[in-house]
């Protein structure tokens, strides 16, 4: 199940509206929505941290292993750090480099595309 059905659920399970367990988060109802629908996730592990510990349910619990990826893959800023330690100093020869610089590259592609199909899919509903 992920993210966005965990969530869900527990909210009905503990007979909240949206509204209600957005502001008992500190957070809007249009965001509360987006999570429920799977449109995004929270950007900080503080927020997921703290929708855990409001049902009293461990991150892993809450988190599926893809929607931990996208978590874990929404910190922008340490994965540009690690690459940068990779291309700057890093011992990787230069056509290890060019294969990260096209595995990323190629990664990129396949999220836009996926992206677009769920724009489209949630446009034709």
């Known amino acids: ?6 969530l869900k ?11 209600e367990l ?8 249009r965001t ?3 999570y ?3 449109s995004c996730y929270p950007r900080k592990r503080e927020t997921v941290q703290k929708i855990a510990d ?4 461990p ?3 809450l988190m599926g292993n893809e929607d931990a990826y996208i978590y874990d893959a929404s910190n922008a800023d340490s994965i540009i750090g690690t690459l940068n330690g990779l291309f700057a ?15 990323v590259n190629e990664l990129y592609a396949r999220s836009l595309e996926k992206n677009r199909e769920k724009t489209d899919a949630t446009k034709n509903n």
């Open 22 to 29: 957005a502001k008992s988060l500190g957070m809007t109802s």
């Open 89 to 103: 100093g890093g011992t990787l020869s230069e056509e290890d480099k060019q294969k990260v610089m096209l595995a």
């Open 9 to 19: 659920q527990l909210r009905i399970n503990k007979g909240l509206t949206q509204s």
């Open 32 to 34: 509360l929505q987006n």
């Open 36 to 38: 429920e629908m799977g």
């Open 54 to 57: 409001f049902f009293s349910v």
């Open 1 to 6: 199940m992920k993210f966005s059905e965990k």
């Open 59 to 61: 991150v892993g619990e």
